[in-house]
């Protein structure tokens, strides 16, 4: 590896956390630091820049899930997740077509890539970006690179669609400790249940009245990025449509992760106002949950940036806070928008077709997944029962 500076990039040294110090250093001392190892997310941009970002970590060793992963298999994964270091203050080579940034990972490991995009670079399509290591951080190390991809669309699509994750899209209970527990524990992605007829909804809202699928979507959720394996697989398993994650800081502690997606949602609000601003000439339609601060959220995105939402639709998943959600329903007809409060996908997908925002003929098919969802959970079938009778 022409391009690795010896000797050994010292870590610990590196990191303001006592605890996660001493851990790098007793590692560093003992040779235990594990392979080092890129991991790419999905980057987006517009017509004049292109945001890239990754992490640098040891390999967590995890493997692709399948359905048949007994419970001790699916416990080692997720601790695997939280228990393995990321690697702080390494450089790492970003190449983006002919350009090249060279940046260096912050204490989480974490880094951030920005291009300009250039007038020959299409877009409503996804860009292959490539990612090399360029120190040194165990003995004998091997060329260590990674192949992430961004997508980029010109700011002028039909609207771009932010949604919430957990009890969003993936079934989560994350208002219950010990539910949600019992899933990040015991299940994983091939066995996680998404929500009836999010894939076909998504994709219809991706596609749009003019049937391009080039209206993105972006993945904004309190989950920390070391579930972001987890959330990939799980969107191929139920073919949800292809998106942009933006997660919450990285834990590197085993002890934190049963607080996931617990905590202030304020990165949150910072990631959806960042968007609004990056693609300052796009629409957007906001879908979340009454779990956790999901409207409160997204009506202060609309108090920053008026006009600028063209609906938000929210699971109701919560009974006790159905006076509540009524009242919020008030303060959001001022600004012109309808917060739709929804049982179910295929109610949102009802209204989205009344306002335009997707084709009628998709209906049918919105309807069909979600029907054979329900089936496949008998705690809603109750609620297949009522719309069958619509």
């Known amino acids: 590896m022409n391009a690795l500076k010896k000797p050994l990039k010292k870590l610990a040294r590196r990191v303001t956390n006592p605890f996660r110090a001493i851990k790098l250093w007793i590692k560093e001392q003992t040779g235990w630091l594990g392979v080092p190892q890129i991991i790419p997310y999905r980057?987006?941009?517009n017509n004049r820049e292109v945001v890239v970002m990754g992490t640098v970590t040891e390999d967590k060793g995890l493997s692709l899930p399948e359905h048949d992963d007994s419970i001790w298999e699916n416990m080692l994964a997720m601790f695997k997740?939280?228990?393995?270091?990321e690697i702080p203050g390494v450089r790492v080579s970003v190449k983006f077509y002919e350009q090249e940034?060279?940046?260096e990972t912050d204490e989480d490991g974490f880094f951030v890539a920005r291009f300009r995009t250039g007038e020959q670079i299409k877009a409503c399509m996804w860009h292959d970006v490539h990612f090399m290591l360029l120190d040194e951080i165990i003995p004998d190390q091997e060329t260590v690179e990674a192949t992430g991809e961004v997508f980029i669309i010109t700011g002028l699509e039909e609207h771009a669609l932010i949604s919430d994750i957990d009890d969003t899209i993936l079934v989560s209970h994350s208002t219950s400790f010990l539910k949600k527990m019992r899933l990040m524990l015991l299940k994983n992605a091939a066995t996680r249940i998404p929500f009836e007829g999010v894939a076909s909804f998504y994709e219809a809202l991706q596609t749009g009245r003019d049937?391009?699928?080039?209206?993105?979507?972006?993945?904004?959720s309190s989950s920390e990025w070391n579930l972001y394996d987890l959330l990939l697989d799980f969107c191929k398993f139920n073919h949800i449509p292809k998106g942009v994650f933006l997660l919450k800081q990285l834990k590197s502690n085993i002890f934190q992760f049963w607080k996931s997606g617990g905590g202030s949602h304020a990165h949150k609000l910072r990631k959806i106002n960042g968007l609004m601003q990056f693609y300052h000439l796009l629409d957007f339609i906001l879908i979340g949950d009454s779990g956790q601060k999901d409207p409160e959220i997204y009506l202060r995105t609309i108090r920053t940036f008026p006009g600028r939402v063209k609906a938000v639709y929210i699971r109701d998943i919560r009974k006790?806070?159905?006076k509540y959600l009524m009242d919020l329903t008030e303060k959001y007809k001022k600004y012109g928008i309808e917060l739709v409060i929804v049982k179910n996908t295929y109610e949102a997908?009802?209204?989205?077709?009344e306002k335009g925002y997707l084709r009628p003929e998709y209906i049918s098919e919105i309807k069909k997944e979600y029907e054979l969802d329900v089936k496949k959970s008998p705690a809603l079938k109750n609620v297949l029962d009522k719309i069958s009778t619509e």
């Open 43 to 45: 980057g987006y941009g």
């Open 81 to 85: 997740r939280y228990i393995s270091d």
């Open 101 to 103: 940034k060279i940046v």
């Open 211 to 220: 049937q391009i699928a080039c209206n993105p979507i972006f993945f904004i």
């Open 320 to 322: 006790k806070k159905r």
């Open 349 to 353: 997908s009802l209204h989205a077709v």
